[in-house]
């Protein structure tokens, strides 16, 4: 099957009741047994809720994965990953991700004992060297957020397998429309639903997906014990989302390489990132690893003006300056103190994170709308 067949209808039919061709939110906290404990496979909707089953498994096939869960966000399904490790054990991970994957990693994971390294994977030369023999699991994002470096999950995965050690690759810039990590030797998928997969910037949630069985029912008695779990009315949005998954996703790849083009050509502009841009570092890798180039992309303005930044952000009048990605909507977002404001100073210039960089989440309206909007906050 297809992707696009696949988003539409993988893991899904019509509810066997009513013959609804949209799966139903199923509104309950608890269901009702037949004697104690025996029931038709539901019991409590913490552990159990037909919507989030059919989302998970749905999930499951657009990744070419056997298991899916969901959490309440993409952080509740980093806290449940992060649980599988006990006190001593080490983390590398991307020097370049995620403010509250950092965040959580640090500032919460790391008080109980976890060891966490963050490393420049975007060479896979460089992971080798520094795994130890605590070593328990390397965490990757490809391409990362917000300075769209590529890490090559093939060669990554080589490297973890060989020892032993798990790969986690965080897979929310792309999307499984764009990028199956499973398919390159990952061996957990995790996604901040709430973006791309959702789509509408309405629903909070985040997702695991894999194939090994022992780590999903590690996974799936962490997701009912700590009770992170999404309430059936945002998986019935997210549901709703990914029917137009891949349609979405084409438009926000077409939109954002014209904007990149445009950015690369603007007087203004110092430096673009975008993977689709044939001076991007990690183009080529790009094209090997993905189908497309995605909807992220972010820039540097000449000068590297703070206050320039913020008078650009604040003239936009298409793009909406806020938290997020992913959404059909064009946003701009200032990631030293938005998203990554969690990560020290030191550490962010560090990894080339500027405190002037731009990071723009392209949406699906008129391109020429966005790039007028571009042309006269610059100005």
């Avoid at 060669?155 to 429309?177: H, Q, W």
């Avoid at 709430?194 to 910037?201: D, E, R, V």
């Avoid at 972010?298 to 959404?327: H, N, T």
Wanted: hydrophobic fraction near 40%; glycine fraction near 8%; charge should be negative.
């Amino acid at each position: 099957m297809k992707f696009a067949t696949k988003a539409i209808h993988a893991g899904i039919e019509p509810d066997p009741t009513t013959g609804a061709i949209m799966t139903p939110i199923y509104q309950t906290s608890t269901y009702v047994q037949e004697s104690p404990g025996k029931h038709k496979g539901y019991e409590y909707a913490r552990t159990q809720n037909p919507t989030r089953t059919v989302l998970q498994n749905n999930l499951a096939a657009l990744e070419n994965g056997k298991h899916g869960i969901c959490y309440a966000s993409g952080l509740g399904a980093t806290d449940a990953i992060l649980k599988l490790f006990k006190p001593g054990d080490e983390i590398i991970a991307s020097n370049d991700l995620y403010g509250g994957t950092y965040r959580i990693m640090v500032r919460v994971f790391q008080e109980f004992g976890l060891i966490f390294r963050f490393v420049d994977l975007s060479n896979p030369a460089n992971l080798e060297p520094v795994i130890t023999a605590t070593t328990k699991m390397v965490w990757i994002e490809t391409p990362t957020n917000p300075l769209l470096r590529l890490v090559d999950i093939a060669a990554i995965s080589a490297i973890t397998k060989e020892r032993g050690i798990k790969l986690v690759v965080d897979n929310t810039f792309a999307s499984p429309y764009l990028q199956n990590p499973l398919d390159l030797g990952a061996d957990i998928v995790m996604h901040s639903v709430t973006k791309y997969l959702g789509g509408h910037s309405d629903t909070v949630m985040g997702a695991i997906i894999l194939n090994d069985d022992e780590t999903a029912e590690q996974l799936a008695f962490i997701q009912n014990a700590c009770g992170a779990v999404p309430g059936p009315q945002d998986c019935f949005l997210v549901l709703r989302g990914i029917k137009t998954l891949h349609v979405r996703m084409q438009r926000h790849c077409e939109n954002a390489m014209k904007v990149a083009h445009y950015l690369q050509q603007h007087p203004k502009i110092s430096q673009v990132y975008y993977p689709g841009l044939e001076s991007h570092a990690g183009h080529v890798l790009a094209k090997k690893q993905m189908r497309d180039f995605g909807g992220m992309l972010s820039f540097e303005l000449k000068g590297d003006s703070m206050p320039e930044a913020i008078r650009v952000m604040e003239s936009f009048s298409v793009f909406s300056l806020g938290e997020s990605l992913g959404g059909v909507e064009s946003l701009c977002t200032h990631p030293a103190s938005m998203t990554h404001a969690s990560i020290p100073k030191e550490a962010r210039l560090k990894n080339g994170l500027k405190d002037t960089l731009i990071r723009l989440s392209v949406g699906i309206e008129d391109v020429d709308d966005l790039i007028q909007d571009l042309a006269q906050a610059i100005a």
